[in-house]
């Protein structure tokens, strides 16, 4: 069992920054890939960005690529996703997820779950 707890939200004005975290504790985090998802209301949840289990790789969906940045400290047990330039069509609820696969970008593929954490960029 892994347990994620995320933290950061909040409510931003457009173009502003934020920073997430999640932290994780139980198995070892190191051995999970670890993804950010998000959920607008209304939508599907989506998949934002990912990182290996060694923090080498990462991949982004096209929406948040050079806006967002994922990164991971192995040693603190935490993931964290830095957004900039923030956008109104960015305010969702924000999960982190672990899992055992890598490239995977379809919830289904994710074991382990946040309770996620509320973004909201105003326009």
């Known amino acids: 069992q892994v347990q994620l707890v995320e933290s950061g939200g909040g409510l931003v004005q457009a173009g502003d920054s934020l920073r997430l975290s999640c932290a994780a504790s139980?198995?070892?985090?190191?051995?999970?890939?670890m993804g950010w998802f998000r959920q607008a209301p209304g939508k599907e949840r989506e998949f934002v960005a990912l990182?290996?289990?060694?923090?080498?790789?990462?991949y982004y969906a096209d929406s948040v690529k050079g806006r967002f940045t994922i990164s991971r400290d192995n040693a603190k047990s935490t993931l964290y996703l830095q957004m900039n330039s923030l956008k109104s069509e960015d305010t969702a609820v924000y999960y982190c997820?672990?899992?055992?696969?890598?490239?995977?970008?379809?919830?289904?593929?994710?074991?382990?779950w946040g309770q996620g954490t509320q973004v909201t960029v105003s326009a």
């Open positions: 997820a672990a899992s055992n696969y890598y490239y995977r970008t379809t919830p289904q593929a994710y074991d382990y």
């Open positions: 139980g198995r070892t985090f190191k051995n999970y890939v």
């Open positions: 990182m290996a289990w060694s923090g080498s790789s990462t």
